[in-house]
């Protein structure tokens, strides 16, 4: 079987097409990013008219990059939820015209779980594992028992990490420098952080150490970051778009603190599925997805406590971490092998802007 798997949920076009052993024929995928971050952020109706433009050419680019016609496809896994209302629109509409024109069913995707899945496309994961979703619109974490049954232990509060990268490094103006010009915020923040000499020379407090639970929080570190900037601005006179000289201290201690909460909260997410046995001793496994994933200094802080808690740490490579098509079309084949979701009442199918990820665990811990 061949899955087409099509992604607009937020600023990215993607398309892939893969067989049922996870073997990608091809795959296409347009970034809006450069657009985006010229408007200092995203406009659903920009987002929207960019997925308009491109959706019919990126599906017809795959298929023939793969030297394939619809003829060839199984099914059409597309995301409905959460995202963008706008931006999903899109790729339903065209997910359903193709679905009626050729006959082909539909395979309903959920966003965060394709996230999740998508790490078992490459690597021998058996369920139940810990999954750490760490992305632009969210923070999160599961136990993923089944393809789409997933156990919510902790989500954020308020904003995501990648969400406040991203503002940080507005507010900071990083943009500015050209090395920093064309890549993401998160991906700015990691780099300018190597480059720090001193990263202990802010004092950013740990969110939620009081909370015994696994929920995040990232507003406030956002709002202490923003703090010192400015103070440092006022204390340089720093105008217009000069930078505060401390930016690479900054950035690092943004990491550190971001890095060491997470740590903080998965580790909490370890000590409770121990307690209640929801993974067993001889299947501790940790994915970490999304975005932030990227990230090398969260990525080896995340292994460390692996290391320490006996768990098999799990990150699928950069280009699969953040949105693509191929964990649309992955999530697909993961459905499609199980027969569930496959659907042809497509008037049944609509989108969902929040959608949570499976049923929630309040977790007590010590
Ligand atoms: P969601 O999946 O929650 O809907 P999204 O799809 O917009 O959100 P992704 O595409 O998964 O998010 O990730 C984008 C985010 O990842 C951006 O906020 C970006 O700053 C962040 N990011 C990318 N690379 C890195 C990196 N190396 N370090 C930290 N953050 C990064
Ligand atoms: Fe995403």
Not at 41 to 50: E, H, N, S, T, Y
Not at 55 to 73: P, Q, Y
Not at 331 to 343: Q, Y
Request: with cysteine; hydrophobic share 40%; glycine share 6%.
């Amino acid at each position: 079987a061949l899955i087409l798997g099509i992604e607009t949920s937020c600023d990215d076009t993607g398309c892939a097409i893969i067989n049922n052993h996870g073997k990608i024929l091809s795959e296409t995928l347009y970034s809006q990013n450069l657009v985006h971050l010229r408007n200092g952020g995203i406009i659903p109706d920009v987002a929207q008219d960019l997925h308009r433009a491109c959706i019919e050419s990126i599906v017809a680019e795959t298929l023939s990059k793969g030297c394939l016609t619809m003829d060839n496809i199984s099914a059409i896994a597309v995301t409905l939820e959460p995202g963008l209302p706008l931006s999903l629109a899109v790729g339903m509409k065209y997910a359903k015209h193709l679905s009626r024109r050729y006959s082909k069913p539909m395979i309903p995707i959920h966003h965060m779980e394709a996230h999740a899945l998508i790490a078992r496309m490459q690597h021998d994961i058996k369920f139940p594992f810990l999954v750490l979703l760490i992305s632009g619109g969210h923070c999160l974490l599961a136990v993923v028992q089944d393809v789409n049954k997933f156990k919510l232990l902790g989500e954020s509060m308020d904003c995501a990490p990648g969400e406040i990268f991203d503002k940080i490094a507005r507010e900071m103006k990083l943009r500015n420098l050209p090395e920093y010009s064309k890549i993401s915020g998160g991906e700015a923040i990691e780099l300018a952080a190597s480059k720090a000499n001193n990263p202990h020379m802010f004092q950013l407090s740990l969110p939620l150490t009081d909370y015994k639970d696994c929920n995040f929080s990232f507003n406030g570190l956002k709002t202490s970051v923003f703090y010192h900037i400015h103070r440092k601005e006022k204390e340089h006179n720093i105008v217009a778009h000069n930078l505060i000289p401390e930016i690479n201290d900054l950035c690092a201690a943004t990491l550190m603190t971001t890095t060491r909460h997470l740590i903080h909260r998965t580790q909490r997410a370890m000590e409770f599925c121990y307690l209640k046995n929801l993974i067993p001793e001889n299947n501790k496994q940790l994915v970490i997805s999304g975005g932030v994933a990227c990230n090398n200094y969260i990525f080896n802080n995340l292994t460390a406590l692996c290391n320490e808690f006996k768990y098999r740490i799990f990150r699928p490579p950069p280009r699969l971490c953040t949105d693509n098509g191929v964990m649309i079309a992955w999530n697909g084949v993961e459905k499609w092998r199980k027969k569930i979701d496959i659907v042809t009442k497509l008037d049944s199918l609509d989108i969902k802007s929040v959608s949570p990820l499976g049923e929630s665990l309040i977790p007590e811990v010590k």
